[in-house]
């Protein structure tokens, strides 16, 4: 099993990252609002107050989407629809995207599997 992180810059995408998070498999998530590092010290610590004309432009705001995921085959499928909806994962300012071991799981519900 791994933990599936996905750090989403662009939040007006979140409904088309969700959908691809069904289509690729992984019917479960939990998804947090967060703040990057850098509009965090720009606007909330005046020593790097000078930093905002840096900032313009940028999203000041993401979403976090975790997901324990039991098959791993899924994760590259999900990848692939992340890179085209978000314009590809290796450009500035679109996304993160990692995975963490999971050794020890309780309370995860079992995926029931279609019946043929």
């Not at 000078?50 to 899924?74: A, C, H, L, W």
């Not at 085209?84 to 990692?98: A, D, K, V």
Request: glycine share 8%.
């Amino acid at each position: 099993m791994k933990l599936l992180v996905f750090v989403l810059n662009r939040e007006e995408l979140l409904d088309e990252v969700l959908s691809a998070y069904a289509e690729a498999g992984i019917d479960g998530a939990t998804i947090l609002d967060s703040e990057g590092m850098g509009r965090f010290l720009t606007y909330e610590v005046p020593l790097f107050a000078d930093f905002q004309k840096f900032m313009k432009g940028n999203k000041p705001y993401n979403k976090t989407i975790f997901s324990v995921v039991r098959t791993e085959e899924r994760i590259p499928r999900l990848e692939s629809l992340l890179d085209s909806i978000c314009g590809g994962l290796s450009n500035p300012g679109t996304g993160i995207l990692f995975t963490l071991p999971v050794d020890y799981c309780k309370g995860l519900i079992p995926r029931q599997e279609e019946e043929v």
